[in-house]
Structures are given as C-alpha cells and as structure tokens.
C-alpha cells in the first residue's frame, strides 16, 4: 500500500510528492495529462519561486514517470527563465492613461515559462523517488476506515490504487474535494489569458483596475512576447473584456486560454484520509489570484507534518498552513478591496505610495516591514 496518492502533478501537488518522498514516504501522483497542459496560469513569479527549483532536473520529452527515457538537463533555472521585472504601472484607465509606478532598482519579480516550471517540479518529484505518471484521469476516490482507494483511466484502461491516504492537488474544480465531501473555496473568478509572440524585454507590468473587482494585466515576456490577462466574476464578460485590453495595446494575440480562479480557502481543507493543496485548497492571494508560491509552501507543511500511518496528523497541517498564510491572505483581502474604491480615492493612493518601493509581491505583511518604511521615508 502506497503512503500518499497526490491527484493533480501541478506546482503544490509536485512540491508536496518531491518533499514526501525526500522524507522517504511512497508517493504516487496521477495527472490527468500532460504534465503542464493545458496552460491556464501566469507566467509571472516572485523571485521566490527558485527557491524551489533545482539547479539541475532529469528532464523528459516523454512521460516524467519514464526514468529510462528521461536525460539529463542541467541549468533548468536559465532555461525556465524568460524576463526580470522590477516594478509595475498602475492605470485607472486604458492602455493610453496616466500610469502610477511602483519599482526597485533590481528585479522584484520574474516571467517564466510556465509550461517548464510545471515540468521541472514534476521531474523533481519524480528524481526525489516518486512515482509521477501522467495520462490518468481520476474517476473515484474512496476513503475508508484504513486506507483510501483511487480509480483513474488511463492508456492501459481503468487501474484502482490503495494508498493511507489521498492528497487533491488537481485544481479549482477538484475531484478530491468533491469526492471526500470537503468544502469549496469562497469564490471563484474566471481567467482569460493570451499571447502576443513580439518579444518584449522591458522591465515593467502594466496593471489595470478596470475590471470590477479585480484588474487586468500586460506582462512582457522576453523573447516569448508579452501576457496579457484579466480575471472577472461569474456571469461578467471575460472575453469581450480582454478583446478591448488588447485591441487598446494594438496586440495580435496568437492563442488563448481561459481558465477558473479560486479565491479564499473554505473552513476546512482535510478529510478523514484526505488534504487538499493549491487551489484545490483555494490557497491564493486574493489580490493577485495567484497559488503558486502559497501552494508550495503549505505543500511542505504538509510533507512535514503528515503522518500516513497517523491519519490525527492532518490537523497538523490544517493548523500550520493557515498559522503561516492566514494574515497573507486578510491582508490580501484588503488589498484587493481597494480595487473597488471609487476612482478619486484610488488616484490619491496611488499618488501617494507610487514610487520606490520595499514590498514582497506574495506577502502583504510587507507594507509594515522596515525596508517599506525606508523607502517610503527615502522620497
């Protein structure tokens, strides 16, 4: 019996497969695809993010859960790697408005490709000693007295796995979730993304708050284009929104993707053989939408804290994740809540925070650090 199913092969779900099985847990993850397909998710990171990437993976043009076939490529940093960013233009308006910088010096944040990262921390679960295939779609998940039981299809037809216990790393719409009877997160928006192939090496994001509740965006990409996006609330008009984003840039948009957002955890995010990471968990910043860093974080609480053998340790990490994320995410609350402030007071605090600055993209907190302080002192 395996210890850990992980259902999803996604940043949280791989970060938490590497982490287990680096504390020597069996681990087996199944993803629906192909690893890092299809593309539903920003390409722009904090810098944070390397940490958790590794100087060198066993990268595979096959299946990740193939090690013959996989070889070996070193410097996935630079090859994942696509533009430096070091701060962001705030527009009430179009693409032609008055802008209000935040910036550094040096670079605050990176675009990467993301279809990579995704294949990178997979193929570093799987050196790690996890059993990463891909190719298997969830169908069941049963959870019993001593073991949970997990059904998926894939090329060799309809396979069950026993496990102590299962982890729903596989998104918004997790099975998982709905299989183990756990709650959803507390909102959902829907995400529409595109691709303009000009390179563009300049060094700001573009950041709109035109979209109620929430903003669009225009990231430069380096040699693989600039990414634009917006996110909207059910029943909005994404697609003819992010129409009039580009048509204002003058973009020629070569594909598209589109995708859902959760935003705010549920009360609860474990089972009795079962815990959810990542946006299954709805374990996002609310002011951005964006999981990644958050995932993984409460991914190696997860690793740290869960006993397979012990299924009272899940409490463990219910606890440890919400005690390092949870004034990340009120903050975060606060933030995007000043997305929806009439416009006078949105342009008075703009003016008045625009400018150099000491924050960390993921951490809220940092508006009260000591280096926020210094920068807002140094004007």
Known sequence: M??????GAGPAGARFARSAAERGRDVLVLEQGEVGKPLA?????????????????????????????????????????????????????????????????????????????????????ADAGADVRDGHTVTGVEEHRKSVTVTAR???????FDARLVVGADGPNSRVRSACDLPEPAEYLHGVLGFDPEPDATDFVD????????????IPRGDAGVEYGLAVSPGDDPNGRFDDLVTEYGADIDRRCSGVIPVG????????????????????????????????????????????????????????????????????????AGYSLPEPLQRLGLRAFSGEIGVHMDEPTSLFSREQLRAMLAR
């Not at 894939?154 to 069950?160: C, L, R, S």
């Not at 950041?207 to 225009?218: C, E, S």
């Not at 002011?287 to 340790?313: K, Q, S």
Request: charged content about 25%; proline content about 5%; aromatic content about 8%.
């Open 265 to 336: 955890p549920p009360e609860r995010v474990i089972g009795k053989r079962s815990l959810l990471v990542g946006d299954a968990a709805g374990q996002t910043k609310p002011f951005t939408g964006g999981g990644i860093l958050y995932g993984m974080r409460a991914a190696d609480h997860a690793a740290r804290t869960v006993d397979p053998a012990r299924p009272e340790t899940l409490g463990d990490y219910e606890t440890a994740w919400r005690d390092d994320l949870r004034w990340e995410i009120r903050l975060g609350h606060l933030v995007r």
């Open 207 to 218: 950041v709109h708050l035109t979209v109620p509740g929430f903003f669009a965006w225009r």
């Open 2 to 7: 395996r210890d850990f199913v992980v259902v």
């Open 41 to 125: 998710c920003s390409g722009h990171v904090s810098l944070d993010v390397w940490e958790y990437v590794p100087d060198s993976v066993h990268a595979s043009d096959a299946s990740v859960g193939s090690p013959d076939e996989r070889s070996e490529s070193d410097g996935a940093r630079n090859e994942l790697f696509q533009n430096a960013i070091r701060g962001a233009r705030f527009h009430l308006g179009g693409a032609d408005s008055r802008a209000y910088p935040f910036y550094r010096d040096a670079p605050i944040s990176n675009a990467v490709d993301r279809v990579g990262l995704d294949r990178t921390l997979a193929a570093a679960a």
């Open 154 to 160: 894939g090329a060799d037809g309809v396979e069950t």
